[in-house]
């Protein structure tokens, strides 16, 4: 019988453990425009690719889409993130960014900024982006 790993010896431990410390940084900074770091990703990708719908968003991202609902009702709710009915298919919604929802994402670009460079101050810029990289990766 194999011996169970430990806790330092597990992959799944290790990324969690260090996600939840790099999103409570995100987080901190985000919260300043009242969003989070979630949230800020949903916008982020809508500002770069408008007119998405759920699956293709939810995919994307690599979410659930019934997490990836959860994040997108306040933004909805708020008026940050639109959806209007495909042309080829009522029943598929296209989410885009609001005229509030870009002037708020552009607001949270910059507590982005800030939280990145705190990031990178506390790991090193090529480590980060070596991180990075590795990551990304892993979902290509």
Known sequence: MNKPLSHDECN???LRQAARFV?????????????????YTIMAKLSRKPQLTMVDLAESMVMERT???RALKPLQ???????EASEHDGRTYLFSLSDAGRHL????????????????????????????????????
């Not at 999103?23 to 949230?39: C, D, P, W």
Request: proline share 0%.
């Open 67 to 69: 997490t990836l609902v």
């Open 105 to 140: 994402f552009e607001q949270a670009a910059a507590a982005w900024r800030e939280a990145q460079d705190e990031f990178e101050a506390k790991f090193g810029k090529a480590r980060a982006k070596s991180l990075r990289s590795e990551l990304f990766s892993i979902t290509a």
């Open 23 to 39: 999103t409570q940084i995100y987080e901190r900074h985000l919260s300043q425009v009242g969003l989070t770091a979630a949230q």
């Open 77 to 83: 709710r708020d008026g940050l993130i639109v959806s």
């Open 12 to 14: 799944c431990f290790a």
